[in-house]
């Protein structure tokens, strides 16, 4: 998670209060006094370090050198750290490296409040990996994976999506797909019939369109009225800030062909 405007002002306000204590013990010439403080600073940063300080680190490393994948959400617990409104939680991520086997991680993550929905079991997450230690994972939050290529030592070609279910694919052609895809929806939307259904998984296709609208795959259970519930999945791209509402689990509204189930779309985005 980035560090924003506020999570600055507040740090910046902890620093001067605490510097103004010390100030303030030493004045008083208390040794009770200046062990507390001495305490107290040396538990407040090692706190700041690993929630804080060492995580960006991290992050910032794997901007430069890591590898792009993707990782499906295992398990969520929250942590009870909270920074500037910032919930901490505890992630068991499955990941996906672009050349290898699947493998279990675990990490942990500052997340803004406003972006909950977006991890949950289920979820699929783009992510950065170190390309000499797998253990160490960033979420790559601005789409900046495929700067390398574990497999090949080599820099990901430019043109070609870096991650996920579309990897490797030349940008122009994953666009063509769209295009197609788009077109295909329109008709879909133009006479198929509107029902609610439940998203039970979302996958980042690691393309964005007009912007950060993302493309993406929605597997949902469909629940027409009038005949038996059934699953189903979809393609075509999400506007940005309605990304939380296309998580798993949460309630959407689709259009179906009735006669042929396995064409659905999304109704809204």
């Not at 006094?33 to 995580?55: A, S």
């Not at 991890?119 to 160490?136: A, F, M």
């Amino acid at each position: 998670m980035k560090m924003n405007a506020g999570m600055i002002i507040g740090l910046l306000g902890g620093a001067i209060g605490i510097i103004v204590a010390i100030v303030a013990v030493v004045a008083t010439k208390s040794i009770a006094g200046i062990i507390i403080v001495v305490l107290v600073v040396g538990i407040m940063g090692t706190t700041f370090w690993k929630v804080l300080f060492r995580p960006m680190m991290i992050s910032n490393r794997l901007a430069k050198v890591g590898v792009g994948a993707t990782a499906r959400v295992m398990e969520v617990k929250d942590t009870g750290v909270t920074v500037n409104n910032s919930p901490q939680i505890k992630l068991l991520l499955e990941v996906t490296p672009p050349n290898g086997l699947t493998y279990l991680v675990e990490t942990k993550q500052l997340i803004s409040r406003l972006q909950t929905s977006m991890y949950q079991v289920g979820s699929t997450l783009p992510v950065l990996i170190d390309p000499n230690d797998k253990d160490y994972i960033s979420l790559d939050y601005d789409g900046r994976g495929g700067q390398m290529n574990a497999g090949s030592g080599g820099s990901f070609d430019s043109d070609s999506v870096p991650v996920g279910p579309w990897a490797g694919m030349r940008k122009q052609e994953a666009e063509k797909k769209l295009f197609d895809i788009d077109a295909r929806n329109k008709e879909i939307f133009a006479y198929g019939t509107s029902c609610r259904a439940i998203v039970t998984k979302y996958t980042w296709l690691g393309i964005y369109v007009n912007g950060q609208n993302p493309a993406v795959e929605i597997e949902v259970q469909v629940l027409p009225v009038d005949r038996p519930a059934f699953a189903a999945n979809t393609i075509g791209v999400v506007m940005e800030q309605s990304v939380p509402k296309f998580q798993v689990g949460e309630e959407i509204y689709v259009k179906y062909d009735p006669n042929n189930t396995s064409k659905v779309t999304i109704e809204h985005s």
